[in-house]
């Protein structure tokens, strides 16, 4: 079975539950604070590992107490973390995110070492090695690192899944012989230019990026599911129904699990109803990483 590379964030969310979010200017009383592990390329890399993967994780954290805490993390969830980069002197990633009664959340990121996720640091732990390996990337660390992991798993005729989260454009040649691209709608908007709000713009959406020479895209919606389109053949997943305690993660689960799918061949639906089924069970959960399922849980409900 191919190994899935995971290149991305590595966080330490700090979380407050609140009935409302605050206006612009104003001040309000929330609930209980959390401290999370959080990030996303290391919430994938969790639920990937739960889901049975065999996972290296390429992060960027500082050697504060954070990042010395985020990569024991990562090693207890048996995911291989000798590729991290550890910056001295420098401060980790943080997230400090705020989530309503209805499970929905906003979140700022302080990126902190993510920022320096550097391509050198790329060649160095890659090296010339063109593995059965499946790689996984978000947009929380620097684009030109993207781009550069793009170029190199193309170049090696590896698969590359970009999730593309938080939405920022892509240039052409990053989506050009992508092998999958993940966007929630408003990240499908923001690459495409087209208001994702119905079906017919929803296949509009994948439509431009699979012009773009991407060959396969999900669209997820949240609730709703998630949308499959290839040059083959398009469908909609639904999600399972549960009561949301807190989104935060739903797509990096989403995504872990189903690169795990996918280096076990397990056919797109089929694969997509899965990693479903574990993203529902995660946002029944505050948290972000640890609320990612384990196969038996996964497989129970
Ligand atoms: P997030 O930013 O919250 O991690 P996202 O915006 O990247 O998530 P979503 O489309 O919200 O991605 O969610 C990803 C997948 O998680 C969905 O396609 C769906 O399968 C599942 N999911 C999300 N929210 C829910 C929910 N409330 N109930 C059931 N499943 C959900
Ligand atoms: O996708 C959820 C993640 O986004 C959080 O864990 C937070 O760290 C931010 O990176």
């Known amino acids: 079975m191919p190994k899935i590379v995971v290149v991305g964030s590595s966080n330490t969310d700090m979380v407050v539950k609140t009935e409302r979010f605050p206006e612009p200017g104003e001040t309000i009383l929330g609930g209980e604070f959390y401290m999370f592990p959080g990030g996303k390329g290391a919430n994938q890399a969790v639920a990937a590992a739960r889901a049975g993967g065999e996972v290296s994780f390429i992060c960027a954290v500082g050697d504060d107490l954070f990042g010395q805490n985020a990569l024991k993390g990562y090693a207890t969830e048996n995911i291989h973390v000798s590729s991290a980069l550890v910056i001295e002197n420098e401060a980790s990633g943080v997230a400090l995110i705020t989530v309503n009664g209805a499970g929905e959340n906003e979140i700022v990121v302080a990126s902190g070492t993510n920022a320096k996720l550097s391509i050198d640091h790329l060649k160095l732990v890659l090296g010339d090695t063109n593995g059965d390996t499946i790689f996984l990337t978000q947009l929380e660390t620097p684009i030109e690192t993207v781009a550069f992991l793009a170029k190199r798993?193309?170049?090696?005729?590896?698969?590359?899944?970009?999730?593309?989260?938080?939405?920022?454009?892509?240039?052409?040649?990053?989506?050009?012989?992508?092998?999958?691209?993940?966007?929630?709608?408003?990240?499908?908007?923001?690459?495409?230019?087209?208001?994702?709000?119905?079906?017919?713009?929803?296949?509009?959406?994948?439509?431009?990026?699979?012009?773009?020479?991407?060959?396969?895209v999900i669209i997820t919606l949240g609730s709703r599911g998630s949308f499959f389109m290839n040059s083959s053949t398009s469908f909609i997943v639904p999600a399972p129904k549960v009561n949301a305690v807190d989104t935060t993660a739903a797509g990096d689960v989403f995504n872990g699990v189903l690169s795990v799918c996918i280096a076990n061949a397990r056919s797109w639906q089929d694969g997509m109803a899965y990693a479903s089924r574990a993203a529902a069970l995660s946002v029944t959960k505050m948290g972000a990483q640890d609320t990612a399922p384990t196969i038996a849980e996964i497989n129970q409900f």
Do not use: C, R, W, Y
């Not at 170049?155 to 454009?169: E, M, R, S, V």
């Not at 923001?190 to 017919?200: C, K, M, R, Y």
């Open 153 to 216: 798993a193309k170049a090696g005729k590896q698969k590359l899944i970009i999730n593309p989260a938080p939405a920022q454009t892509l240039e052409d040649e990053v989506l050009q012989g992508l092998f999958l691209i993940t966007p929630n709608e408003t990240e499908a908007k923001i690459l495409t230019g087209i208001t994702v709000n119905d079906a017919s713009s929803m296949e509009s959406a994948a439509k431009a990026l699979l012009d773009k020479g991407v060959e396969n």
